[in-house]
């Protein structure tokens, strides 16, 4: 632990916090303090309430939200309720778990210029401290770029960059790494610490997966589904004596502390995908404003088969799905399902054979309650009453969504928002299925729980695709894809891509842990 703690930075006593749409306290009492120059990691279940600490500890809740709070909070010894407006926000910067939410301006340049403007910075800097925090964040020479149309993992770095320009004292990251390729991920933990360091910054990070970030923090915060603070202490206290309470909430246990860190290796491989090709991509590229995405692609999929395709950030993976699910039309080349023309599909018939998952799951959200979300595809396809009833109660069920039937999917938790998104895609047994980066934001038990639905689909004979950046997921799928340079640089079993290390490296991939554990010397 480093030293030099005196006054806590941030002490929390006695809080608790309500939205009033709901009936019992999502924060609920809770005590805690943060120092400077700590790095402190906060886990807890999907919806056990961390993202909304985050947003009552940096002053933003309750004033932005229709919720009440009690209890004090204070940042170096001064109540957050006696700072003025935007104060705090300068003292305490947070990256938001959907970094869309955080942009204001179209170009990058423009945004962290917005930045440096609301912190009065004289013109005449301000491009070299863009220019300097691109770099810092590997988005070095991008400054002309438009957010909208970054890869999800561009967009979380530039949220990055926006807040390092604040020059905080404090940093709360929320699931920062779920979008950043492997490589990027590792990056990014390493660049964290040394801004950390650099600035002597408290540090608190929101994740569901801690193994990455053991080496860096101090200490470990977890909340419990009934909002209270369940676990505070150093990681090997936490993670080897609290192990049983932390399975019991469903929490990830960092893999070196797990005994059941490989279980997933059972799944699918009774399952053998057939050989009949249903869709097939012949000779196809892609464009986006005369830039090349995706250069003369060839691939078959297999019905049965389940399939990762993985590659650095803003490689053309979600491209290449969108393609592949007629979302996109390919600039030259064709896709064929079922030996069809993509643009030959009745577009009504091709949606009720093929589900679509998207990266974020708010742009596949069109009602104003999760029950309607789910009732929404079943009711265009003329379903009786009965058969939309209980196929929604079956989801909201799977989905551990009941509680949240009327709630408006936008204020969902993050990982709510990622299980309704899926959950809307497979009220029926579609032949394929699409789905881009499914299990970012769960915590242990749902992600157990989607893994066994996937085998479920799998055995009444859906097709399943995933874009992912977990290594211990495409170990257990039937073939890896690797994109690189707007190319296919890898198509087979993951087993065999283990052993390409050019491949890995050049794809900032990495090795699932079960073989980086096996031989920890010169793993990626
Ligand atoms: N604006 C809101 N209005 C009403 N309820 C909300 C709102 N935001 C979040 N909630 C609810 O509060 C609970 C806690 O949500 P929160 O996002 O804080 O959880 P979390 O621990 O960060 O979850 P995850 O790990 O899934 O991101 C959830 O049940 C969620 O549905
Ligand atoms: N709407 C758009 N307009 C222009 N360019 C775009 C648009 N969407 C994505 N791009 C660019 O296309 C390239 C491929 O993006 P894509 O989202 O397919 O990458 P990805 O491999 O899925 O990345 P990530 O892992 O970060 O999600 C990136 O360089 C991205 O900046």
Request: charged share 25%; net charge negative.
């Amino acid at each position: 632990m480093k030293q030099e703690q005196r006054r806590p930075l941030l002490l929390i006593e006695n809080f608790s916090f309500d939205y009033e749409s709901l009936d019992q306290p999502i924060i609920n009492r809770i005590q805690f303090s943060l120092n400077k120059n700590e790095t402190t990691i906060l886990m807890g279940s999907s919806g056990s309430g961390k993202s909304s600490l985050a947003l009552c500890l940096n002053g933003l809740y309750p004033d932005a939200v229709e919720g009440v709070s009690s209890g004090e909070i204070y940042y170096r010894g001064k109540n957050i309720r006696d700072f003025k407006k935007g104060e705090l926000n300068q003292e305490i910067g947070i990256v938001f778990q959907d970094p869309e939410s955080q942009f204001c301006m179209i170009t990058i340049e423009d945004e962290l210029a917005f930045t440096l403007e609301n912190i009065k910075t004289p013109p005449s800097e301000m491009a070299r401290r863009i220019s300097e925090v691109l770099k810092l964040v590997g988005m070095d020479g991008l400054q002309n770029r438009k957010i909208h149309e970054l890869s999800g993992g561009q967009k979380q770095k530039i949220a990055l960059a926006s807040v390092l320009l604040l020059e905080p004292n404090m940093l709360i990251l929320d699931e920062p790494t779920a979008n950043l390729d492997p490589v990027s991920s590792l990056e990014f933990i390493q660049l964290i610490k040394c801004v950390q360091e650099k600035h002597q910054l408290a540090v608190l990070i929101i994740e569901h997966q801690a193994d990455d970030w053991l080496d860096i923090v101090d200490r470990v915060l977890v909340m419990g589904r009934s909002g209270e603070l369940i676990a505070d202490g150093n990681v090997n206290s936490i993670f080897m004596e609290k192990k049983t309470l932390l399975e019991q909430e469903g929490v990830f246990l960092p893999k070196r502390f797990s005994n059941t860190a490989d279980s997933f290796r059972n799944f699918n491989h009774r399952i053998l995908p057939s050989e009949d090709v249903i869709l097939t991509v012949k000779d196809m590229s892609f464009y986006r404003k005369k830039q090349i995405i995706l250069n003369e692609i060839n691939l078959d999929i297999r019905s049965g088969e389940f399939i990762a395709i993985i590659g650095e950030n803003g490689a053309g993976k979600s491209t290449l799905l969108q393609l592949m699910a007629g979302l996109l039309t390919p600039f030259k080349g064709n896709i064929y399902f079922f030996d069809k023309p993509m643009e030959h599909w009745d577009q009504k018939e091709l949606r009720k054979r093929m589900g679509y998952v998207f990266q974020n799951p708010e742009h596949q959200f069109i009602t104003d309650t999760v029950l309607e979300e789910l009732t929404f595809g079943l009711k265009l396809n003329g379903y009786s009453e009965k058969k939309i009833n209980s196929t929604a109660t079956k989801l909201m069920r799977e989905f551990h969504l009941e509680k949240h039937r009327f709630s408006n999917p936008f204020s969902l938790s993050g990982g709510q928002k990622r299980r309704l998104s899926v959950a809307t895609m497979v009220d029926e047994t579609p032949d394929i299925l699409f789905f881009d980066e499914p299990t970012f934001g769960q915590d242990a038990r749902t992600t157990r729980e989607f893994m066994n639905m996937i085998e479920r689909l799998r055995e009444s004979g859906t097709t399943i695709v995933f874009v992912t950046h977990d290594m211990d997921i495409v170990d257990i799928t039937n073939r890896a894809i690797v994109l690189h340079k707007q190319n296919i640089v890898y198509n087979g079993e993951p087993e065999k891509l283990w052993q390409q290390e050019k491949i890995l490296k050049k794809a900032r991939l990495r090795l699932p842990y079960r073989i980086r554990n096996n031989h920890e010397e010169g793993a990626v």
